[in-house]
Every structure is written in C-alpha cells, then in structure tokens.
C-alpha cells in the first residue's frame, strides 16, 4: 500500500482502540500542551495515546515502546515526571520506585520505508551536569530489541568527553558506526534543539544530524547506509534516549536533568499512534481516493468524504478502466479523483476539514495534472473557507503529475470548507483536472515554479536563461536554464521526475528567488537531483539561503552529482530565528566545485520543495530571550552545510 496521510474514519478506527493505525505525514507530542490543544505545534497530538507508558506519577507521556527505564515493569518510567514546563528527567547511577535510572530508551514504532524525508526533533530546556564521559542524549532509530544506545542508527546530540567539561556532538550512521569528527561545543548550553533526518531513496539513503541553541548551529552528515538493517525496513523504531552508562566508574553520583518541551515525527511509513481523543491536527479524508465503492465506467459518481458535482469521479473506475486518467502514472496508491467540465461552468469535489487550529498557519498540498484531450486545458484552484489559496490557471498534460503547494494560509476557525474546482473560464473545451494526494500541513516557506512547469517550452528543447518570461520565478544566470522531455541535454532518455520539465546547471550556473512570508519555525529542503548522461556528466550543487548577507546559510553542498537517475536529496536544517526579517534569496549554483571538476558537466534539479520539522512560533521561550539575544549578537555568520560526496561515482551508461 502506498504512503497514507493522516486519518480515515477516525473516530471509527481510533477512538474505539481497534488495532487499525493510520498513517501520518508527521505529529508532535507538546509536552507543554498534554491535550495536543492551543499548541504552537500545527501537527500536536494527544499524550495519552491507546498504550501510552506513564510517568513516575501516572501521567501519560505519549510514547508507546520502552527498552529500558521500567524495571519493575509496571508501566511507569520513574525517571521522568510530566510537570507544567514539560517532561523533566533526572539520569543518575540509582533506582527510584523499584526502577533503575541510569538510562531510559523511550520509542514509537517508525517504519524506514517508503521514499521521501523521515525525521525525529527534540526540544530540550533546563540541562544540567552533563560532565562525565558517556553521559549522553539522542534522537534515533532501532530494533525493538534494542537495549542501549550502541545498537541505534542515530544522532548522538550530546556526551560529555573524556576531559572534564568537554561536551561533544557525535553522529552515527549505522549501529557502532560513528562519525570520526566529533566537535566540541562546551560549555554546556542550558536550551538546545537536535534532530536527526534522513532522505530516502530507490538507491541510496542519507541522514543528517543537527544541533542548535541560540548561539551555534553544528551539522553532521552521515555516510550513504543502505545496507544498514536499520534503513529500510518496517520493524523499526524512533527511540528518544538518556544514557548514564560508564559515568559513575568514573566517580561521578550526581546524573544530568533537563526537561523535553516537545519531540517530533515526520515520515511517510510513520505511523500515527492511537489515542483516546481527537488531534489537534488537520484531516483530508480520503486524501488519495482510495476508500470506498469505486464508481463504473466511465468514473463519474459518488466519492466517499467528498461532495462532488456532477462532472467528478474516481479513475480506475469498478471495472478497473480509467479513461479520465488516460495512461498517467499515480502519484499515491492507485486511485485519483478528476474533475470534468464542458462549458464555462464550475466543478469541484469539496470536504469539510476539521482539526485546524484557528490563528495558526497551514499550507495545502497535492499534485494535479490534466487529461490530454487534443487541445484540451484544465484550470484547477484550490479554496478554502471562501479563500482562494491555489490561484486559477492554465493546465495541460504533462508525463507526470505535479506537486502543487498552496500560499500559507490562516485558519479562522476549527473546521473550513476545502473545495478543489476546475473553472470557472471562457473556453468551452473539453477538460478534466485530476488531483491526488491531499493533504493540509503546518505551514512551510514556498518556492514558486519549483518544478520549472509553469513557463511553458516547446517540446524537446530548452532555454538558457528565460528570465522576465511568464512564470519564470527566478533569476537565471550563467549556464543555467530550464530543459523540456526530450531535448538534446537529456541524454539517455530520462524524463522529469515532476511535469515535463526541469531546471539544468552547466557549468558556473545559478538560480534565485526571494522567499517571502516565512512562518516562524524549522525546516529542510528537499530536491531531486541526477547528472546528465554525457561524459563528462555531472557537475556540483549548492544551496544557499540569503547569499551576500551576514546570514547566509549553505544548507546543501555537494561536490559532484553522480546520480545516473533522479534522486531525492534533504538539506540540513535550518531556521530564520537570527534573520531580521521573515524572508530570504534561495539560491541554487554549481561552480564545477570551485574549478576543481572539468570539462562540459551539467546537473539537473527537478521537484523542490520545503519540509516542515518545528514550529517556532513560541520562540523566545520565557528567561531565554537574554540568552538568545546574545546569541544572535555573536552569531555573525551560520553556514550549515550538508556534505553529500559519494565514496564512489555512481555507473554510468556506455556512452
């Protein structure tokens, strides 16, 4: 079964504690907010989730697994407390209840699996003591077997070194498998954000480790782990994880405390827990058309959750024929809906979404693409409660479906009317827009023509430079242009992974565009990237936000695309929290590594977009706006940067 989003039927399945899980594009459990209620969090959940472990006091702590911290074996964790300010924890070479804690390994099931972005982030506040070698916290993934830190694919965020106040940050790609260079960060911030993310792909997988507090910002970039059993599969888990392990040999009785404020999920496996109460999350029902009757050929008729005019349906229809969906592949599952008109009228399929959370910020996202009818032309646009926030355009057939993602928009009350229309227009002609996968998330920065569809080139050429053209976007210079399936840059025949089209780099090249009206929070980016099939093949790729400003981060750098087919890259994490303004210049460039590649080398980036990891809506948190400032102060420059090199070119085609 595809990826699945959010929730059908929810109280059907969930609220009655049935064994049925839904999958998530990410939640949060807000341990400031327990009821997942009035929390900065868009994506916020209850923590007293069906099996839920409980703290010292019974409380409900959200996570559903737990390797170690329970000796007694009675449900509760004694080395944790949920208290107003959060989940405080207190790790010491002791028992407390009947339980041990010197290390609890708390965890949720979080399948591998899948392609696109996985990630855990933790908010830790309060720290303290952490001085002793191996005393140590983490974000990761492991078996369920696991029993210590050791056996985790993970981002080791803090252990205190050899020497005393020397506190490290470590990354591991693979159990035992740890980066070499570890850097030391001391003194020992009081509040941190880490997080480990990972990109998944057909052929190779990569993971990123971020620390922040408000003064640094330290990445770590794992190797490439695809034989890594835990990369991939559906048995794993996502553990949070305080180990005191090894510090009381070393003479040290006094532990470490903190407190977790919030940690959150995000993958397309991940699976969202059962819980008692509704979320404080948006649901699109039936978000890819795959749940119930579908209607006969040739599709027209009721969609289940949707109210649907009379021009709407469901391809494949019952007898499996799919004449509205006319050969394209689908985007999610095996179903799309299409939206049929003939006239200058309107049609639209429509839902009730429920789960928002009035003031906050969300952006809608799904993919679209058009029949193909000769001479045919869609105009799909997305409105909810009454807003427009997809605007009304052109759309005609490409090869592959699009990723559209709306404006962020403010929710205005609990519940809004989505409505996905074709029209109103002036043509008459025969046109059907198709929609899959939809889905509203907590907002994130958005590119325009991030798929470089919306400038229209003739087929199987290209352009160098189409800047001031119509829907353009950004600014084109040096070798760099837009490329149309199949035009003489694509070698070997490989179309754009999205649309018809994609954005090519030969040579000095580089694209930019302003970002505008960013919500306060953390974030990565995420593209699709190969090299051209004609020796001598690829050349680098950077991005870099607010480049020639003192803020300027380099969020992904790599120094030679090797890839022979398109593959999804992540960036590290950034966030805008020392930037004067909620606005930024994104630009991607190759310098053929700063001269060091040579020849005639060219890469291709297709399907860019944003991914959202945290809300930092509430950031400064309260006593910690001193702390902040002063980081800021001394934060003159932030180049965060993911280093992505290969051990080895990928194999090339005979040329």
Excluded at 132 to 161: K, N
Excluded at 375 to 384: C, E, K, N, Q, R
Excluded at 531 to 546: C, F, H, K, T, W
């Amino acid at each position: 079964m595809a990826r699945r989003a959010w929730v059908v039927a929810l109280c059907g399945l969930l609220c009655l504690g049935l064994a049925s899980e839904a999958l998530a594009l990410s939640f949060t459990f807000d341990f400031l907010h327990p009821e997942g209620t009035a929390s900065s969090y868009g994506d916020a959940i209850p923590l007293q989730t069906i099996g839920a472990l409980n703290d010292r006091d019974g409380n409900p702590i959200g996570f559903t697994f737990l390797t170690a911290g329970d000796t007694n074996a009675d449900g509760k964790v004694s080395a944790v407390v949920l208290l107003p300010t959060g989940l405080q924890f207190n790790i010491q070479n002791a028992t407390l209840n009947g339980d041990g804690v010197q290390r609890v390994m708390l965890g949720l099931p979080f399948p591998t699996t899948g392609s696109g972005q996985v990630a855990i982030a933790a908010r830790t506040t309060g720290l303290s003591n952490i001085d002793v070698d191996w005393e140590q916290m983490l974000v990761g993934f492991g078996p369920s077997t696991a029993t210590g830190s050791g056996q985790l694919a993970y981002a080791i965020v803090f252990h205190a070194g050899t020497n005393p106040g020397d506190i490290r940050y470590q990354s591991a790609a693979a159990p035992g498998n740890f980066n070499p260079s570890s850097q030391n960060i001391s003194p020992l911030p009081a509040s941190i954000n880490y997080s480990v993310t990972g990109a998944l792909g057909a052929t190779s997988n990569h993971w990123t480790a971020t620390f922040r507090d408000p003064a640094r910002t330290v990445t770590r970039q794992s190797s490439d782990n695809a034989a890594d059993p835990r990369i991939g599969q559906a048995n794993t888990y996502g553990y949070w994880t305080l180990d005191y392990t090894g510090a009381n040999a070393r003479g040290d009785t006094t532990g470490f405390t903190g407190t977790l404020t919030a940690i959150s999920y995000s993958g397309p496996g991940l699976a969202l827990p059962a819980y008692a109460t509704a979320p404080a999350v948006p649901i699109v029902s039936n978000w890819s058309f795959e749940y119930g009757a579908a209607p006969a050929y040739p599709g027209y008729g009721a969609i289940q959750d949707w109210n649907v005019t009379s021009g709407a349906g469901i391809n494949p229809g019952s007898d499996g024929q799919a004449p509205f969906l006319n050969g394209l592949p689908v985007p999610d599952g095996s179903r799309i809906g299409f939206v049929q008109r003939s006239a200058t009228d309107t049609q639209s399929i429509s839902q009730l979404i429920s789960g928002l959370q009035p003031g906050k910020q969300y952006v809608l996202q799904y993919f679209e693409d058009e029949r193909g009818m000769s001479g045919a032309v869609a105009h799909p646009s997305a409105v909810i409660g009454g807003l427009e926030i997809v605007p009304l355009r052109n759309v005609t057939r490409t090869n592959r479906f699009r990723r559209v993602i709306s404006q962020p928009f403010v929710a205005t009350a609990a519940s809004m009317l989505l409505e996905l229309r074709n029209g109103p227009s002036p043509m008459s002609n025969d046109n059907t827009a198709l929609f899959d996968s939809v889905m509203v998330m907590p907002a994130v920065p958005v590119a325009a023509n991030a798929g470089f569809e919306d400038y229209v080139l003739a087929a199987n050429t290209f352009a160098y430079r189409p800047n001031g053209q119509p829907g353009v976007a950004w600014t084109f210079v040096g070798g760099a242009g837009i490329t149309r399936n199949i035009s003489a840059f694509q070698n070997g025949g490989i179309p754009a992974p999205e649309g018809n089209q994609h954005a090519l780099f030969q040579g000095n090249a580089s694209i930019t565009q302003t970002i505008t009206g960013v919500p306060p929070g953390e974030y990565s980016l995420s593209l699709m990237t190969m090299a051209r099939q004609s020796p001598p093949y690829g050349n680098d790729l950077e991005v870099i936000l607010g480049i020639g400003t003192p803020w300027e981060q380099k969020i992904l750098d790599i120094d030679e695309v090797t890839f022979n087919a398109f593959t999804t890259v992540t960036s590290s994490v950034f966030d805008l929290l020392q930037w004067p303004t909620n606005s930024f210049t994104l630009t991607l460039r190759t310098t053929l590594d700063d001269g060091r590649l040579l020849g005639d080398r060219t890469t291709f980036v297709d399907d860019l977009h944003f991914n959202f990891l945290m809300d930092f809506s509430d950031i400064p948190e309260p006593g910690s706006a001193a702390l902040m400032l002063l980081g800021l102060a001394a934060l003159r420059r932030r180049r965060a940067s993911t280093d992505t090199r290969r051990p080895a070119p990928a194999r090339r085609p005979a040329p």
